[in-house]
């Protein structure tokens, strides 16, 4: 038989979900900057290749809606769509997605409380297979991950997110898109699947003058571990493809955010020692 729910649990993802989801209609009060940094390595952590790192800012439609864009590579390429208009960066970014999405992932119909942890709680969110069938391929990917969730104590607010793809939803093959040149014929495969290890840290942005409604809360800082095909010859990301060196068994990639409100100088800000 099956075992029963855990209704502590979800109620508690049930109110982190609803704090995620309000915590979104705070963004227009903030800008941020975020660098990722990619690199080829062994099994061991061996540094096989070191990737061209790219700067991305948060850019504002016309319509309100936010997206991130290039403007800065490390190695000097002109970034594309540069000195467009906002809506045409943000257009140009359309196609490219997030790893995964919280949003999902805090919806899952499973939980469980695993731990305290400085007055919070932490929930094991299992993987779900039964989600993992789902048409929407959002849905299908955050099914397939098993995550610890630590909660902010106050708000009930995802302080923290570490968890590993379990399950095949995540899986994607295609063509990918190349804004730099010509394009590789060679089918991509994602990397963020089956294997893959995450950690997110989450920062309050408090507001300048004290007014809680235009606090943010921003994902502060990421570390990803994904498998590479050793025998793959390119990589694609940011619209950008590069050949890489024979040998590597998994790409880590790290993104550092920083926040500024609209009208106030402010930076990202940590609450706890355990945050770096």
Same mark, same amino acid.
């Given at each position: &038989?099956?075992?029963?729910?855990? %209704? ?25 900057? @975020? %660098? ?13 290749? !070191? ?19 290039? /403007?800065?590579?490390?190695? *000097?390429?002109?970034?594309?769509? @540069?000195?467009?208009?906002?809506? +045409?960066?943000?257009?140009? &970014? ?7 999405? /919280?949003?999902?992932? !805090? ?10 942890? +400085? ?27 098993? @995550? ?51 950690? &997110? /840290? ?23 571990? &994904? ?11 940011? *619209?950008? %493809? ?5 040998? *590597?068994?998994?790409? /880590? ?9 609209? *009208? @106030? ?12």
């Amino acid at each position: &038989m099956a075992a029963p729910p855990d %209704q502590e649990a979800l109620n508690l993802l049930s109110k982190a979900s609803a704090a995620y989801d309000a915590n979104a209609s705070h963004e227009h009060h903030w800008n941020w900057t @975020a %660098q990722e940094k990619r690199q080829l390595a062994t099994h061991a952590g061996g540094i096989v290749q !070191l990737l061209p790192a790219v700067t991305a800012e948060s850019v504002l439609r016309k319509t309100g809606d936010r997206c991130n864009a290039v /403007v800065e590579w490390s190695d *000097g390429l002109k970034p594309f769509k @540069a000195n467009a208009d906002s809506d +045409e960066r943000c257009r140009a &970014m359309d196609e490219f997605r997030a790893p995964f999405e /919280v949003r999902e992932l !805090l919806r899952a119909a499973q939980a469980k409380t695993v731990a305290d942890w +400085e007055g919070g709680a932490a929930i094991l969110i299992p993987a779900d297979k039964t989600r993992q069938r789902s048409s929407d391929p959002a849905v299908r990917c955050a099914a397939s991950i098993e @995550a610890t969730v630590r909660l902010d104590p106050g708000s009930f607010f995802p302080h923290s997110i570490e968890g590993k793809v379990v399950g095949d939803g995540c899986e994607y093959h295609g063509a990918a898109i190349s804004q730099y040149g010509k394009a590789s014929t060679q089918p991509m495969r994602s990397t963020f699947r089956k294997g893959a290890s995450f950690r &997110m /840290v989450f920062a309050l942005q408090k507001d300048k003058f004290g007014n809680e409604e235009n606090s943010y809360w921003i994902c502060a800082s990421q570390h990803y571990l &994904m498998p590479w095909d050793s025998d793959s010859e390119t990589i694609a990301y940011w *619209g950008r %493809q590069l050949h890489v060196k024979a040998g *590597g068994h998994q790409l /880590v990639k790290d993104i550092e955010t920083r926040a500024r409100e609209f *009208g @106030a100088d402010s930076a990202v800000s940590f609450d706890g020692d355990d945050q770096q």
